[in-house]
């Protein structure tokens, strides 16, 4: 499904609302409805389970949103969490000034892309995408073109050196999307933290941001959570949060926020193992994210080349959402940078005592992080399908149909008396969905006819839909139907809970 219709489902469906859309909206920052939420709490569950629960060398905290300011000094916020910012004076527009010359990247690639495509069609079945790639001469002359413009791009960002970028915006002649001008300002830093105040100190003093990753709530927590777990190392800090950037071109529905909530965890490790435990993690990771049955090509490493200042090593985890390839998670390996900050501004000892070696030292840090909200888009672009299925009378029909893990869907079933103005059949479907509603989320619903209902379930993901018809008043079965197969079969009322519960638990994805 196109990314248009996607985010028009998420509206009309109840998953996702604009912010403050009868004012017009604000930008980049979201609402999550009915569904949404309960899709976004599972996506929560499934992570806290197999991140804290299944580890007993993992514990999660909940930090505030609010810290010292000497946090963000420490952590390198205040001084390096910028991003380029360039105006252009004709339309007034902002742009990330980087984002500008991937922009320009990325149509060179477009048009590598179309060869590519058109060699496919004239070689068919025979046509090598590798080797064409490789051995043709346009190809190959534009990728050095697209390597160039990357390296030095990368080169800039590294240095901050603002006027090359400035450089190269010019040099490529690129132009404001909404003007077409290349009427440019000259490109500065901007600092992405928002920042509010004290209510009883002015100034400087009183100055507060909002977090712009949960990370440092965990790092200044480090000895509490050591010491009142009795943990030893390695062992891991968790936490759910949200976290605030004040993104300057925010686009893309939920990938890009303003506001968004994030899924983190530390991981302290002896100096010298960090890149053992990096490796375990980014496979951990990669698995994690492909027990949702989600399609194998949709997923990929992508290591980065230009390294932020505290990491020796990082790599993302990429999805194909539907505008391409994008970051998804990050897993880096931070060293000791964050805890030796810490301890330097606090004056405070964040040492760890190893008993196995005799010896103090601050731990060497591995961290995954995903965006919560990055997730829930992967998930929905993997699992919104439309396709033609017979229906209710055997006619084809199209279906708009949410194909989401059972474990991660926001209903897990829905009880549909066959009429509602029978009596019998509605007060038994009541008496199912009240002692099913203890274990799961459900529904019920008697309004329209039975084909209605089931697309109804379909859309928002509901993997399974039992049906009471006058056979259940007879031998007490129930019709239950397969979200994805379509397939229905009898089974006895009483069974249904566990025919559910195996389906629905996370069980399965916990290996
Ligand atoms: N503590 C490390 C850290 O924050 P990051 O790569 O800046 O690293 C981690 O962010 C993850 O948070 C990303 O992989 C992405 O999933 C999510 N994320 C970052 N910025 C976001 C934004 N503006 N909106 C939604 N999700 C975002």
């Not at 004040?246 to 939920?254: D, G, H, M, T, W």
């Not at 009596?423 to 619903?445: G, P, S």
């Amino acid at each position: 499904m196109d990314f248009k219709n996607l985010v028009a489902h998420c509206k009309e469906y109840g998953f996702i609302f604009q912010s403050s859309e009868i004012y017009d909206g604000l930008s980049a920052v979201y609402d999550y409805g009915p569904y949404g939420v309960e899709l976004k709490n599972n996506i929560k569950a499934y992570w806290w389970k197999s991140m804290v629960q299944m580890h007993e060398n993992i514990v999660g905290i909940d930090a505030a949103i609010f810290m010292h300011p000497k946090t963000w000094k420490a952590s390198g916020h205040v001084d390096a969490f910028n991003d380029p910012l360039v105006d252009n004076k004709d339309s007034k527009k902002r742009y990330r000034a980087d984002q500008l010359i991937e922009g320009y990247a990325e149509k060179i690639e477009q048009k590598i892309n179309k060869d590519v495509e058109k060699a496919r069609e004239k070689y068919g079945e025979a046509f090598d995408e590798a080797q064409f790639r490789a051995t043709n001469g346009r190809c190959i002359e534009r990728q050095k073109q697209i390597d160039a413009i990357l390296a030095r791009l990368g080169a800039a960002m590294k240095a901050g050196d603002m006027e090359d970028l400035k450089a190269q915006i010019e040099e490529y002649e690129i132009a404001c999307a909404e003007s077409g001008s290349k009427n440019w300002t000259e490109v500065r830093q901007f600092n992405l933290m928002f920042n509010t105040q004290l209510g009883n100190i002015a100034g400087e003093e009183g100055k507060l941001y909002l977090r712009p990753e949960t990370a440092q709530g965990i790092f200044v927590n480090f000895l509490n959570v050591q010491k009142s777990t009795r943990q030893k190392i390695p062992f891991g800090i968790a936490q759910i949060g949200k976290a605030f950037r004040n993104e300057i071109v925010a686009r893309q529905f939920i990938f890009r926020m303003r506001e968004f909530e994030q899924m983190e965890m530390q991981y302290f490790v002896r100096p010298g193992t960090e890149m053992e435990w990096y490796e375990y993690w980014k496979a951990a990771r990669l698995k994690w994210h492909k027990a949702l049955g989600t399609d194998d090509r949709k997923l990929r490493y992508h290591d980065h080349d230009n390294l932020a200042h505290y990491a020796n090593a990082a790599v993302d985890i990429e999805f194909d959402f539907p505008f391409g390839f994008r970051e998804l998670e990050g897993i880096h390996s931070r060293t000791d940078y964050d805890l030796t900050q810490h301890q330097e501004l606090s004056g405070k000892k964040l040492q760890y005592f190893d008993p196995e070696q005799n010896e103090n030292y601050i731990p060497y840090v591995v961290e995954t992080s995903i965006g919560c909200d990055r997730m829930f888009l992967a998930v929905v672009s993997n699992a919104l399908t439309e396709e033609t299925v017979p229906d209710a009378e055997g006619q084809e029909s199209t279906r708009v149909v949410m194909k989401i893990h059972p474990a991660l869907a926001p209903v897990k079933i829905a009880v549909l008396p066959l009429l509602k103005n029978k009596e019998a059949l509605t007060e038994t479907a009541t008496l199912i969905y009240n002692d099913l509603k203890k274990h799961f989320n459900c529904q019920y619903d008697e309004k329209d006819a039975i084909g209605r209902r089931y697309r109804r379930q379909d859309a928002i993901g509901t993997p399974y839909c039992v049906t009471i018809d006058f056979d259940t008043l007879e031998d007490g079965t129930v019709t239950i139907r397969d979200r994805d197969t379509l397939e229905q079969k009898r089974i006895k009322t009483e069974d249904i809970y566990n025919f559910v519960q195996e389906k629905v638990s996370f069980e399965s994805l916990l290996g």
